[in-house]
Structure formats: structure tokens, C-alpha cells
Nanobody, 119 residues
Framework: QVQLVESGGGLVQAGGSLRLSCAAS????????MGWYRQAPGKQRELVAT???????NYADSVKDRFTIFRDNAKNTVYLQMSRLKPEDTAVYYC?????????????WGQGTQVTVSS
């Protein structure tokens, strides 16, 4: 089992910045990637950014050049640095971790943290 604890959400004005953190604990050796997803009211959950154990990153087109995902392996923590925030970035942001145990695919979610961007 893996536990994910998020922090760093809040209210910010358009153009501002926020940093989200996601600390993983438990059977983290089974993980091979972590990332952030978000869900706005009335919309489906969507990928924001992911990072593999090897540091390969992937971003949604809507956040490229504004958001940066990075990790601190010593702290088992993944961060999402969000800059030049827009009102359309308002959503609940969820940390996600993926892995494998033998042939069993693993998928874990954090509890979510609210990000609200005012215009």
C-alpha cells in the first residue's frame, strides 16, 4: 500500500503562483511514476503532469510552459510548481502514483487539494 498526502492548495489571483506537494509513504519501491491530475466542477478528471522515476516528464498542453513537475527522491515527494495561473486552472488537484507488483498494476490517489484562481 502507498499513502499520498497533498498540500499547498489555496486561493490565488490570476497571474500568481502556487506550489503543490505530494508526499508518498508505504511501499514506494513499487512505484514507477507519480503525477498530478485535476478535476473542475462538472468536468472529468484530467492529467496535468507526470514524472517517472527516471525523471521523464509529461505535461498537458494547457499547462506547458506554466507548470513544472519535479521530485525530491530523498523525501519521496513530488511537487507541482504552478506559475501564471489562470481562472481556468481552478480545480481540485489530485496526486497520483502508479506502479507494479509483479504483474499487478497499482494506482493510488491522494485526497485532493483545492486550487482556486480568481480573476
Amino acid at each position: 500500500q502507498v499513502q499520498l498526502v497533498e498540500s499547498g492548495g489555496g486561493l490565488v489571483q490570476a497571474g500568481g503562483s502556487l506550489r503543490l506537494s505530494c508526499a508518498a509513504s508505504g511501499s514506494i519501491s513499487s512505484l514507477n511514476a507519480m503525477g498530478w491530475y485535476r478535476q473542475a466542477p462538472g468536468k472529468q478528471r484530467e492529467l496535468v503532469a507526470t514524472i517517472t522515476n527516471g525523471g521523464i516528464t509529461n505535461y498537458a498542453d494547457s499547462v506547458k510552459d506554466r507548470f513544472t513537475i519535479f521530485r525530491d527522491n530523498a523525501k519521496n515527494t513530488v511537487y507541482l510548481q504552478m506559475s501564471r495561473l489562470k481562472p481556468e486552472d481552478t480545480a481540485v488537484y489530485y496526486c497520483n502514483a502508479e506502479g507494479k507488483y509483479f504483474t499487478i498494476r497499482l494506482n493510488y490517489w491522494g485526497q485532493g487539494t483545492q486550487v482556486t484562481v480568481s480573476s
